[in-house]
């Protein structure tokens, strides 16, 4: 999503200056590539990049593409195939053994649905949401990034059921629709909110914390009693600050499936304030707690005894002490052993070191 965010302000900018510009989109992989279908990179007339469809082997020749796309006017899929050892010849180096399919789509902000429209879309509220983009393989019209609706009835047919598929699996999926003589492929990729992480504490160790998960694209909230802590100067990258008790913002705050929270304030009755108003949340997937574990003990034992009851379901969501076992002393470290945690968590994995998983680190679109 942070990509997707980039991408966006970097048209916006690029609106402003009167530039034009073309977005690559990662369609379609065959075999081993740095970066997935979905990859996207935003491209400028005067060769500005924004985003990442490699690791930067084939940025330079994705920018002439992209630029001929500008000028031409027209949408360009582009087919690297690196299964050739001799990869050398098509002027780039991949150091990966597959096939990689890049959609070119010049923008033209003048119409109402071009690619960046779609994208804000998926990033203006928090659920999921499914991209489409069309192309052809074999050199007819390529309808690029677009709504179901905006397709002939007949492609929608079959499109809805598999966006339905895409929501509920929550993996994306590629699909191939043969109309006579043209094989249209749709890529239809499942977009999730960002993390929202909301942090009780604003002491210095909260610094390290911020940094890491706003250079995530996470959505970062800042919640302390004290105003010469809770600054915006002091946290520029927090979206927001909130000061006082959690009694006097908790109407305001969403939690959802996507967001996890922090008790860090070294303050023993604010953390239980936190712990007393989101311990038993329905939706919430991730709660930490910095300190001890007796720490953890001795506040859950204070809730007990106050009538609120966690269940053993509801502790599978407590995480304290919070973090990886990484071996992580210092505040920047444990900021690092926390983030990765909650990554693991929400998206449901279990951390291994990739070199001992037995499949391939992501799984192929059906």
């Known amino acids: 999503m942070k990509e997707i965010k980039d991408i966006i302000e970097a048209f916006d900018a690029a609106e402003l200056a009167g530039k034009k510009t073309a977005l690559a989109t990662v369609v379609q992989v065959n075999g081993s590539s740095y970066r997935r279908p979905g990859a996207r990179m935003l491209v400028t007339e005067d060769g500005r990049l924004t985003g990442a469809i490699s690791g930067g082997c084939l940025e330079g020749d994705a920018l002439k593409?992209?630029?001929?796309?500008?000028?031409?006017?027209?949408?360009?899929?582009?087919?690297?195939?690196?299964?050739?050892?001799?990869?050398?010849?098509?002027?780039?180096?991949?150091?990966?053994?597959?096939?990689?399919?890049?959609?070119?789509?010049?923008?033209?902000?003048?119409?109402?649905?071009?690619?960046?429209?779609?994208?804000?879309?998926?990033?203006?509220?928090?659920?999921?949401?499914?991209?489409?983009?069309?192309?052809?393989?074999?050199?007819?019209?390529?309808?690029?990034?677009?709504?179901?609706?905006?397709?002939?009835?007949?492609?929608?047919?079959?499109?809805?059921?598999?966006?339905?598929?895409?929501?509920?699996?929550?993996?994306?999926?590629?699909?191939?629709?043969?109309?006579?003589?043209?094989?249209?492929?749709?890529?239809?990729?499942?977009?999730?909110?960002?993390?929202?992480?909301?942090?009780?504490?604003?002491?210095?160790?909260?610094?390290?914390?911020?940094?890491?998960?706003?250079?995530?694209?996470?959505?970062?909230?800042?919640?302390?009693?004290?105003?010469?802590?809770?600054?915006?100067?002091?946290?520029?990258?927090?979206?927001?600050?909130?000061?006082?008790?959690?009694?006097?913002?908790?109407?305001?705050?969403?939690?959802?499936?996507r967001t996890a929270v922090l008790l860090m304030t070294h303050n023993y009755n604010y953390d239980m304030e936190m712990l007393r108003l989101l311990g038993n949340h329905p939706d919430l997937k991730y709660l930490g707690i910095l300190g001890p574990a007796a720490k953890r003990e001795r506040m859950l034992e204070a809730l007990n005894q106050e009538g609120i009851y966690i269940s053993p379901e509801e502790m599978r969501n407590i995480y304290g002490p919070t973090g990886l076992d990484l071996g992580a002393e210092t505040a920047a470290e444990i900021a690092v052993s926390i983030a990765a945690e909650i990554m693991a968590v929400l998206q449901q994995k279990t951390p291994v070191h990739l070199r001992e998983k037995p499949t391939p680190i992501h799984q192929p679109h059906s």
């Open 65 to 257: 593409k992209a630029v001929l796309a500008i000028t031409q006017g027209r949408k360009k899929l582009v087919i690297y195939d690196t299964t050739d050892e001799d990869d050398a010849k098509l002027g780039v180096q991949l150091g990966c053994n597959g096939i990689v399919s890049i959609l070119f789509e010049p923008i033209d902000s003048t119409k109402p649905n071009h690619p960046i429209h779609y994208l804000r879309l998926s990033i203006a509220e928090r659920k999921p949401f499914v991209l489409i983009c069309g192309y052809s393989q074999n050199h007819a019209e390529h309808t690029g990034t677009c709504s179901i609706l905006q397709l002939p009835e007949i492609v929608q047919k079959y499109l809805i059921p598999v966006a339905e598929r895409v929501l509920y699996q929550q993996q994306s999926e590629l699909l191939l629709l043969d109309a006579a003589d043209q094989q249209q492929a749709f890529f239809l990729e499942y977009c999730i909110p960002p993390i929202a992480l909301l942090i009780a504490g604003a002491g210095n160790d909260i610094m390290p914390m911020v940094d890491i998960a706003c250079l995530l694209g996470w959505q970062v909230t800042i919640a302390d009693g004290r105003a010469s802590h809770a600054t915006n100067q002091r946290f520029p990258g927090a979206a927001t600050i909130l000061l006082g008790k959690p009694e006097k913002w908790k109407e305001t705050v969403l939690i959802d499936n």
